[in-house]
Each structure stands twice: as structure tokens, then as C-alpha cells.
């Protein structure tokens, strides 16, 4: 019988109704990518870039979550089309690409994404879970039906050509990070600097022009709550990593006196 793939991050956003809420997944493990994408949240990324994550871990996290009501996007490690035609092969359906400040750079990933003649991706759909091996019917004619492409605006650069970037035929939505668009602008590690807010809001209002739907990383909730306020149409707001992180120092703080975790930290 032939197989169908799930509708894409592009369809399913489309359809909604309302803002997506998403989280990373940084850890490398497919157990906690099971456990995040049953929270109830709408979407998942599984990040490559800032994390150990490789090519089988990433199949690994895919196959766990695809029994979840959750879309799972893929944060490829560059604008890199082996990385991209690998990543897309082992199963991934939804990208983000990383540090795209311009439309050359922005044709570029989807050319990595879509077959010739409209782009560059080897054909390998026979040896690949992208077409479950060969058993989707119709997979190399419809690949860009399946996949949806998210470019990341995470510069200053990337800032003033927002509108030309959201233009070009094949980018599906704009994902900004306002950490390394921070950095860009001289407000290393200031993400919530007012004139980083502008900018993400610059972003924002290019991006609706051209029609496409835009989104935003934003882990402090009253960040997140301002962009949702100020027409984001997806945001990711937490990372399993971060999570585990702060709800263990949580349990430090409340179970152990100060004096002995001072002097625990010291051996």
C-alpha cells in the first residue's frame, strides 16, 4: 500500500488558527524528544547546530516523536547543501537553516532542498526513510510538497534585507534569533535590548508584507508573550536542556543550604 508523509510545517501552520508554541531539543536524546513532543506543545526543533547532535541521532529523534500530535522541524548545522540533501534524506521533512542575511544566500538553501531542476538535491529516494524507501508514491515529483523550508535571520544584515529574503520563491516562513542578531548589532547577550526588540519587529513587519508567516525564539516568557502580542506567528519558548537545567538548580536551591552547596562547589 502506498505510504503518505505528514503535512508539513508549512500546511500545518497554515492551518492552525493560532500562534504555533514550540520547544528545542538540544540533548541528543531521543527519549527526551519523546518526552517533550508529548507536552501538548505545537512544534519541536531538533537543533544540529548548537549541539552534539549527528545525522543517526537526529533519524533516531525523528522516528521517536512521529507517533506525537507534534510538527518536528530540523535546525541544520549551515547553509551547506550535503548537509541539507543528508538531512532531508534520513527523514526530515521541516528545516531550519541558520545565519541567512541576504536572498542570494536564502535561494541557496532551497535550491539544496528541491530536485533539479529546480534546485540541487542528489536523488537517493530509493535508499532513504525521506521516501520510506521508495514506498511514497510519486516522492521525487512531489518532494517539495512534503518539505517546508525556515530560514533564520540572526543578523543585522539579515535584518535590512528581511523583505528580499522573504520574497524569494521557495522560503516557506522566517524564524529570527535574537541572541546572535544581538550580537551582530554590539548588545552581545542582551536579547531583550530595545533596539533588538525593534529590530526582531523590523523582521516582523517585512516579513508579513511579503505574505510569508514569521517566527521567533524567545525563552523569557514576557519576550515571548510581546512577540505573540506583536503578530508572531510561531515562537519556540524553551529547550529541554534549559529546562533540566533550571528545574535541577531549582531543586538545589530549595533542598540544600547555601553554605553547603557553596561547599560542595569547592571540592
Same mark, same amino acid.
Given at each position: 500500500?502506498? +505510504? ?7 500546511? =500545518? ?22 518526552? !517533550?513532543? *508529548? @507536552?501538548?506543545? $505545537?512544534? +519541536? ?18 522516528? %521517536? ?27 526530515? =521533512? ?50 517539495? =510538497? ?10 543585522? !544584515? ?12 521557495? #522560503? $516557506? ?8 542578531? %544581538? &550580537? @551582530?548589532?554590539?548588545? +552581545? ?10 529590530? #526582531? ?9 511579503? *505574505?510569508?508567516?514569521?517566527? #521567533? ?12 502580542? &506583536?503578530?508572531? $506567528?510561531?515562537?519556540? #519558548?524553551?529547550?529541554?536542556?534549559? +529546562? ?24
Amino acid at each position: 500500500m502506498p +505510504l503518505r508523509l505528514a503535512p508539513s510545517f508549512r500546511e =500545518q501552520l497554515a492551518g492552525s488558527g493560532h500562534p504555533f508554541v514550540g520547544m528545542w531539543v538540544c540533548s541528543g536524546s531521543p527519549l527526551l524528544a519523546e518526552v !517533550a513532543a *508529548g @507536552s501538548g506543545l $505545537d512544534w +519541536l526543533l531538533i537543533d544540529m547546530e548548537h549541539s552534539a547532535n549527528t545525522l543517526e541521532s537526529v533519524q533516531l529523534q525523528l522516528q %521517536a516523536v512521529a507517533a506525537y500530535p507534534i510538527v518536528p522541524l530540523v535546525r541544520v548545522p549551515s547553509n551547506d547543501a550535503v548537509a541539507i540533501k543528508q538531512i532531508l534524506d534520513l527523514g526530515a =521533512q521541516n528545516l531550519i537553516v541558520p545565519m541567512v542575511s541576504s536572498a542570494d544566500e536564502a535561494g541557496t538553501a532551497v535550491a539544496a532542498t528541491r530536485y533539479p531542476p529546480e534546485g540541487v538535491r542528489g536523488v537517493g529516494s530509493a535508499l532513504a526513510r525521506s521516501a520510506r524507501w521508495n514506498r511514497v508514491d510519486g516522492y521525487l515529483q512531489d518532494a517539495a =510538497q512534503y518539505t517546508s523550508l525556515t530560514v533564520q535571520i540572526e543578523t543585522a !544584515a539579515g535584518v535590512d534585507a528581511a523583505a528580499e529574503i522573504a520574497a524569494v520563491h521557495g #522560503v $516557506d516562513a522566517v524564524f529570527v534569533g535574537p541572541s546572535d542578531l %544581538a &550580537a @551582530s548589532m554590539g548588545l +552581545l547577550g542582551k536579547q531583550t535590548h530595545p533596539d533588538v526588540i525593534a529590530a #526582531v519587529e523590523r523582521v516582523f513587519a517585512a516579513v508579513k508584507a511579503a *505574505g510569508k508567516p514569521v517566527g #521567533v525564539n524567545a525563552f523569557d516568557p514576557a519576550a515571548a508573550d510581546a512577540y505573540l502580542e &506583536a503578530g508572531a $506567528d510561531f515562537v519556540a #519558548v524553551g529547550a529541554d536542556v534549559a +529546562l533540566l537545567a533550571r528545574a535541577s538548580e531549582a531543586l538545589a536551591t530549595r533542598f540544600i543550604p547555601a553554605s553547603d552547596g557553596a561547599d560542595r562547589g569547592s571540592y
